[in-house]
Structure formats: C-alpha cells, structure tokens
C-alpha cells in the first residue's frame, strides 16, 4: 500500500503556536501509512475574485499543493468562538475558482487546540460546517479537543503529558485507517 499524502492546515500563525506544537506531535506520532506535511496559509494573500483574472502566485502555489494530496488534516485554535481568518482564507483559496475546488471529495479531520478548558469546540464544529460545504468527508470519531495546551509542553516544546500522547496516537491511528479506507 502506497502512503497517503497529507497536508496538514494550522491555523495559527504564532511562531510558538501551542497548534502548530500539536500538529508536530501528531505528524511524528502518524502510522508508516500516513506521509504528512504542514502546508503553510500564512503568506496567502486575502481571497478576492478581482484577482483571479492573473492569480497570485501564492494562489496558484497553494491550489497546486492541496490538489496533490489525499487528505487533510486541520489543527485549529479557536478566536472569539470561530476559526482564525487565515484557515478560513485557505478554505476559501482553495475552493476558487467556483466550480474548481482543490477540496472537494478528499478526507479530512479536525483536532482543535486552545489553552481554555472547552479545547476551542467551537471552531472544531466550525471546521466541520466548512467542509460540509468544500465536500470534504470528516471523521467523525475520535473527536479532538485539546485544551489546557499551554501546560501539555516543557520550554523545548516537548509534550509533558502520556496521556496526552496515548490520546493522539490512537487519534492518528483511527484518521490513518479513515484515509486508508476512504
């Protein structure tokens, strides 16, 4: 069987983002069937249909990218109880021009990151409502919620808890056999 391509959408921007700390975690922790990368958003310029006559070469780049793969898998934080405006620049990115989305059919999944206690749910659920839309069939179980982010690491960004590994691996474990399946 021929690993899966897997880009992998942070939304935090933060250099020190507890998110992208989880998404490295989750990328080491992937079965040998998964290859994962971290796909960068930050440097997409806001969507505007005006530019889509002569795209940006961020556009093009990015489309290209998210086209090639076989899934997704989104990290989240959660800002005043809806996603980051970069992740939702992505999607819509990704899903112009109409009727040429690089998203459609293709399995994703969410794990949502916050250093309050609800684990940034609303934005998990907001990712899902997007996808729903883009075509993008998410796993349904294991959910993710990770909260209290900001004591799962030590100052070298190494992750404290077991638990918190043993519940990550097992997500990875369930998302690989939902993309091998898929």
Do not use: C
């Not at 970069?86 to 009727?99: E, T």
């Amino acid at each position: 069987m021929s690993k899966k391509k897997i880009a992998v959408l942070v939304g935090s921007l933060r250099k020190e983002s507890f998110n992208k700390k989880i998404a490295n975690q989750l990328i080491k922790l992937a079965p040998d069937s998964l290859e994962l990368e971290i796909v960068p958003i930050g440097q997409l310029p806001y969507y505007n249909e005006d530019l889509e006559q002569n795209p940006p070469t961020e556009y093009v780049d990015f489309r290209k990218k998210i086209k090639s793969v076989d899934g997704f898998l989104f990290v989240t934080p959660e800002y005043n109880r809806s996603i980051p405006g970069a992740l939702k620049n992505a999607f819509d990115v990704g899903s112009r021009p109409y009727g040429q989305s690089v998203w459609n059919g293709k399995p994703g999944a969410v794990v949502s990151v916050s250093i309050g206690a609800l684990g940034a749910f609303g934005a998990n659920h907001i990712v899902r409502q997007s996808m729903v839309h883009l075509n993008v069939p998410m796993m349904q179980q294991p959910e993710a919620y990770i909260g209290s982010a900001h004591t799962l690491f030590d100052e070298k960004g190494n992750l404290l808890s077991e638990d918190t590994r043993h519940f990550l691996k097992n997500y990875m474990d369930a998302y690989a056999s939902w993309v091998n399946n898929f």
